[in-house]
């Protein structure tokens, strides 16, 4: 059974910072890009960024970019989000999501539970 | 970025009725186009893909369609567990991938 765990999720500061987690189960992990998504409260789904099988490629929304970081570790079947200099508009719960394949596809076949992400004074 | 625009935002039925879902895109995507089903608290769920590729595992009563700019996702018989929010994603433009906004679907 695939299984997407996500963690590191608090309250933080505008300005702060942030490493996500995703624990990854139940299919083989470097087989596979993946991909954060996020979802303000109450709102749509908005993609953040991806990282292909091997790390070697990755790229990141607008929205984010310069600020956030995504990378993996294959070795401990594991996806990660580094997240800088925090707006309060990065409130948001964040999801792990799978591609369907190696190289990005675009869609997703499984998702995380996500974790909670609110940047408040 | 390519826009999509889904309607409607909201959506009042009954169990048992035909309901249908539509998605604009501000340019033609080609197909690349995926449905999600996302119930209150839980993970979205992917239903369809390729405009309308069925998802393993997910009912016949999904259907999708469309081409170019335009695109449906309908249930033909409405069920119970299907009261949700669904969206609608481009994958076209790689990696700028964008959803709709979302229709909630809700029991009349």
């Known amino acids: 059974e695939v299984q997407l765990v996500e963690s590191g999720g608090v309250v933080v500061q505008p300005g702060g910072s942030l490493r996500l987690s995703c624990a990854a189960s139940g299919f083989t992990f470097d087989d596979y890009t993946m991909h954060w998504v996020r979802q303000a409260p109450g709102k749509g789904l908005e993609w953040v960024s991806l990282?292909?099988?091997?790390?070697?490629?990755?790229y990141y929304a607008d929205s984010v970019k310069g600020r956030f970081t995504i990378s993996r570790d294959n070795s401990k079947n594991s996806l990660y989000l580094q997240m800088n200099s925090l707006r309060t508009e990065d409130t948001a719960l964040y999801y792990c999501a799978k591609d369907i394949s190696a190289v990005a596809s675009g869609y997703f076949d499984y998702w995380g539970q996500g974790t909670l992400v609110t940047v408040s004074s | 970025d390519i826009q999509m625009t889904q309607s409607p935002s909201s959506l009042s039925a009954s169990v048992g009725d035909r309901v249908t879902i539509t998605c604009r895109a501000s340019q033609g995507i080609s197909n690349s186009l995926a449905w999600y089903q996302q119930k209150p608290g839980k993970a979205p769920k992917l239903l369809l893909y390729?405009?309308?590729r069925l998802e393993s595992g997910v009912p016949s009563r999904f259907s999708g369609s469309g081409s170019g700019t335009d695109y449906t996702l309908t249930i033909s018989s409405l069920q119970p567990e299907d009261f949700a929010s669904y969206y609608c994603q481009q994958y076209y433009l790689t990696p700028q991938y964008t959803f709709g906004q979302g229709t909630k679907l809700e029991i009349k």
């Open positions: 990282i292909s099988w091997d790390g070697g490629s990755t």
């Open positions: 390729a405009a309308s």
